[in-house]
């Protein structure tokens, strides 16, 4: 589960915060969108921070091993407004997660020697519905430097944006999905750790709706 993106078409079938996250976009890519009318569209709305709770099950790798890290909360926030015009400009400004690390992970990066992590993540996420061009896309989303404890569960924040969209010509909504994250994260030791998480099944992965007027 407040990110400077960059935004590219691809599946999410890549290794799942869609958060935000898409995020991160699940399908994200958990997975994080505003909008900007144009100068003939409806007046702008009101720009709106909406938080979706989700989980997302990770895992690492170590010597072509896969290693469990458990279920991970992940609170995806999307800053952006809930409509806009026919073939207007949407922009979610800000995209964000914050992330609750489970203990029984934190105990598994202490047996690997690792302390610290930082880098930036890939969220996968999907618009469909009222956009000129639905399909699959993904961002990428900072992860500030953060200390793992000896023990306890710990925070870890995504941040990004802006993402844009084009809104369909004819009413409707807008719909984003978050889909799974990957990332490779330094460490304190020198190397680096692949991290991947694909959201929990049966939870709904809509993080922001748009009506298309």
């Known amino acids: 589960m407040h990110i400077a993106l960059r935004r590219t078409a691809t599946g999410l079938g890549a290794a799942a915060l869609a958060v935000s996250a898409f995020a991160f976009a699940p399908g994200a890519a958990h997975a994080a969108l505003p909008l900007a009318a144009n100068a003939n569209a409806l007046p702008a709305t009101a720009v709106t921070s909406t938080t979706t709770s989700l989980k997302y099950d990770c895992s690492t790798w170590k010597a072509g091993l896969k290693i469990g ?24 400004t800000s995209v964000g997660a914050a992330i609750t690390v489970p203990s029984g992970t934190t105990s598994t990066l202490r047996l690997l020697g ?3 992590l930082t880098g930036s993540a890939t969220v996968w ?10 399909g699959n896309r993904s961002t990428v989303v900072n992860v500030p430097t953060v200390k793992v404890p000896s023990g306890g569960s710990f925070p870890v924040s995504l941040t990004g944006g802006p993402i844009s969209e084009t809104a369909a010509s004819t009413a409707g909504t807008a719909t984003f999905n978050i889909g799974g994250l990957a990332s490779t994260l330094k460490t304190n030791n020198g190397k680096t750790l692949p991290i991947a998480c694909t959201p929990s099944a049966g939870q709904s992965l809509v993080v922001l709706s748009v009506a298309v007027r």
Do not use: D, F
């Open 69 to 92: 890290l458990g279920t991970w909360a992940a609170s995806v926030t999307v800053t952006a407004p809930l409509t806009a015009a026919r073939g207007a400009t949407v922009t979610a």
């Open 125 to 134: 996420y999907s618009a469909t519905g009222a956009v000129s061009n639905p």
């Open 114 to 116: 690792i302390a610290t």
